[in-house]
């Protein structure tokens, strides 16, 4: 397998529910992020991870926890999640966080739907 | 102000038409500036990315950027149906973070 791969592609999960999303990358990089894509709107950064550490959290609420436990993969746990969460989730890497300009490269993402 | 703007479109051309994509920033310390393709239900994908000012052209491709005027730009020559789908440009910001606009829908019509 190349590039960024994302699993499940599709996820219908209620409100109580307890699940998680799963990303690897391919691509030898060193850092990744987890994005939210609404309807409408820009892609919103939620976490970045660079070398396995967190280096960002973008106000992301809590029912929303990332787990990053070596460079290659990446989950984000869902927990007691709302209607309004419902979105595509897409994961990213890049080479790492040091070198400006560099680009991040995209798996197809997790469309999720909380009923 | 929003950080990365772009008119949402839809942005409607013909077959063979140079299609113009345009896109602000607010930060004038951004140094990389993305063009990423989006069709419908996919992931983005990287197409060009520049650093200098000026233009730089791959293929069909030309982006161009004017950082005294925070203001980047995509052109689309011989536009083709399947250039169809929602472009997005990324500014690089702070902490290498990168910011998105909320994409241009470009159409082109056979």
């Known amino acids: 397998e190349t590039g960024v791969t994302q699993t499940p592609r599709h996820l219908v999960m209620g409100m109580t529910n307890k699940k998680s999303l799963k990303c690897e990358q391919h691509l030898g990089h060193n850092a990744m992020y987890w994005y939210k894509q609404s309807a409408k709107k820009p892609l919103e950064l939620m976490f970045v991870?660079?070398?396995?550490?967190?280096?960002e959290n973008n106000s992301v609420p809590s029912r929303f926890s990332p787990e990053c436990p070596n460079s290659s993969h990446l989950f984000l746990h869902l927990h007691t999640l709302q209607p309004e969460d419902s979105a595509l989730y897409l994961c990213a890497s890049s080479q790492d966080l040091y070198s400006p300009g560099q680009p991040q490269h995209f798996g197809d993402g997790t469309r999720l739907s909380i009923l | 102000q929003k950080e990365v703007e772009q008119n949402s479109g839809p942005l409607s051309v013909p077959e063979g038409a140079i299609a113009s994509l345009n896109c602000t920033y607010s930060?004038?310390?951004?140094?990389?500036f993305f063009w990423y393709r989006q069709y419908s239900g996919k992931s983005p994908e990287l197409i060009m990315f520049?650093?200098?000012?000026g233009d730089k052209e791959d293929g069909r491709f030309t982006a161009q950027l004017n950082k005294a005027s925070q203001y980047v730009s995509l052109l689309i020559r011989d536009s083709q149906p399947s250039d169809s789908a929602t472009y997005l440009c990324a500014v690089n910001g702070w902490k290498n973070k990168l910011v998105f606009g909320a994409g241009t829908i470009l159409r082109v019509k056979s």
């Open positions: 520049i650093y200098s000012n």
């Open positions: 991870y660079n070398f396995k550490e967190q280096t």
């Open positions: 930060d004038r310390g951004s140094q990389s």
